[in-house]
């Protein structure tokens, strides 16, 4: 399994921008799904965006149109571009890779604040 490395977080204010980046330790063509995911605490983590092998991609309503997810294979790492940040984002985002194995990172924290 790969081992994923979060970087890019931090505090920005709302309507800001933020670069997440996934750093993995290996070869990640034949990962059919990466993803981000983020958790608040007290809260279940959630799905924030995914990226498969194939080029598809995906997101959640709550950040359609504001984050994009994209996979740079050449470079072993996932992005996840936020934009139009608002407070309701904060939390702490997640890398994960799955198929094959499930692998995830230690977390980057993001606080959306004024």
């Known amino acids: 399994q790969v081992q994923l490395v979060e970087s890019g977080g931090g505090l920005v204010q709302p309507g800001g921008s933020l670069r997440l980046s996934c750093a993995a330790s290996?070869?990640?063509?034949?990962?059919?799904?990466m993803s981000w995911y983020r958790q608040i605490p007290g809260q279940e983590r959630e799905l924030v965006a995914t990226?498969?092998?194939?080029?598809?991609?995906s997101s959640a309503d709550s950040v359609k149109d504001r984050f994009t997810i994209f996979r740079d294979n050449a470079k072993r790492t996932v992005y996840l571009e936020m934009n139009n940040l608002k407070p309701e984002d904060t939390a702490v985002y997640y890398c994960?890779?799955?198929?094959?194995?499930?692998?995830w990172g230690q977390g980057t924290q993001i606080t959306v604040s004024s």
């Open positions: 994960r890779a799955t198929l094959p194995g499930d692998s």
């Open positions: 290996g070869d990640i063509s034949g990962i059919f799904v």
């Open positions: 990226a498969t092998s194939d080029g598809g991609r």
